[in-house]
């Protein structure tokens, strides 16, 4: 059972920053790509940044020398640390990975970040 667990979000004011983590579990699973993904209300997902493990990123334009995306392959775990933060960036940011046999898709619950003064 692969299970991924997101932390970090919250309120914080246009300008500020916030880091995401997300910690994966599951038997030897090895994800190949890690990802944040966002959503906004009546949206469908968006993605916001994703990792390779060789490291390789790709990040959505909009977030682009703002945010950065890191992975830690020996924990499993991937972090977004997300600088000058913007209103239009209020949205649940979901955490996903992918890999497996099937290479399937593993999702987080959500965390909700809000930029707001």
């Known amino acids: 059972q692969v299970q991924l667990v997101e932390s970090g979000g919250g309120l914080v004011q246009p300008g500020g920053s916030l880091r995401l983590s997300c910690a994966v579990s599951?038997?030897?699973?090895?994800?190949?790509?890690m990802g944040w993904y966002r959503q906004f209300p009546g949206k469908q997902r968006e993605l916001v940044a994703d990792?390779?493990?060789?490291?390789?990123?790709d990040y959505a334009d909009s977030v682009k020398g703002r945010f950065t995306i890191s992975r830690d392959n020996a924990k499993n775990t991937v972090d977004l640390q997300m600088n000058s933060l913007k209103p239009e960036d209020t949205a649940v940011y979901f955490c996903?990975?992918?890999?497996?046999?099937?290479?399937?898709?593993?999702w987080g619950q959500g965390t909700q970040v809000t930029v707001s003064s």
């Open positions: 996903t990975a992918r890999g497996g046999y099937w290479n399937s898709d593993y």
């Open positions: 599951g038997n030897f699973f090895r994800p190949n790509v």
């Open positions: 990792i390779t493990r060789d490291g390789v990123t």
